[in-house]
């Protein structure tokens, strides 16, 4: 029986009801109601505009930072956990991985206007494969380290998680999902990747022109 077999057989009241429980845990943006709380302040009209770890530092300095980031990694965790808990179904935990995701890129209180994803992710990769999730630092900081940037590092190690999981044998499933959430993570920096590699051949176009002889 392939995945697509294998949705069709589910019970969709419970995938229906993972998938809301988790969506909902995603919407809970830790980073705008900390800031809301400390300043009144409404996080998405502040510099980049996202409700992520951040740009709550930005304004709270660097206990807002981490308060956002246990936040959002927690919150990631704790889905994927509750999904595997309660049906005892990787496929659902897997879903539930997409939906708390969903939540914290376009949660539905807040317009849909969230953050980026990355810490959410990642909290709900290691409950749900620690495995798969162990790895991306091994993609991310050789690239780091070189470029002293995270952008591009980080969006290459997601990119990479949908060969991991195959290169790993965790199912055609398994694989499906990551490359969602892998475009659901481009998607949400889609804005920032068009910035850098606008920089980058700017820069590349720069060092490229010849010096002017001085008169």
């Not at 965790?77 to 991985?97: K, P, Q, S, Y």
């Not at 810490?119 to 780091?144: C, E, I, N």
Request: glycine share 10%; net charge positive.
């Amino acid at each position: 029986m392939d995945w697509i077999q294998q949705l069709q057989s589910a019970n969709w009241h419970r995938v229906t009801g993972c998938m809301l429980e988790a969506y909902v845990l995603g919407c809970f943006a830790t980073g705008y109601y900390l800031v809301r709380a400390r300043t009144g302040k409404d996080l998405r009209t502040i510099a980049s505009g996202s409700i992520g770890a951040r740009n709550a530092g930005r304004v709270l300095g660097k206990t807002g930072f981490a308060i956002t980031l246990l936040g959002d990694f927690g919150k990631g965790a704790l889905a994927v956990w509750m999904a595997r808990e309660w049906t005892g179904d990787n496929r659902l935990a897997a879903l539930a991985l997409l939906a708390v995701v969903s939540g914290h890129l376009w949660p539905a209180q807040l317009r849909f206007h969230g953050g980026k994803g990355v810490a959410t992710s990642l909290g709900g990769l290691l409950v749900f494969d620690y495995r798969v999730a162990l790895l991306f630092p091994v993609l991310f900081l050789p690239g780091f380290a070189l470029a002293r940037k995270s952008l591009l590092p980080a969006m290459f190690a997601f990119t990479c998680l949908p060969m991991i999981a195959w290169f790993l044998d965790r199912g055609n499933f398994t694989v499906a999902m990551l490359a969602i959430l892998t475009v659901m993570i481009l998607i949400a920096h889609r804005k920032n990747l068009t910035e850098e590699f606008t920089a980058l051949a700017a820069r590349r176009t720069a060092a490229a022109k010849p010096e002017q002889p001085k008169l």
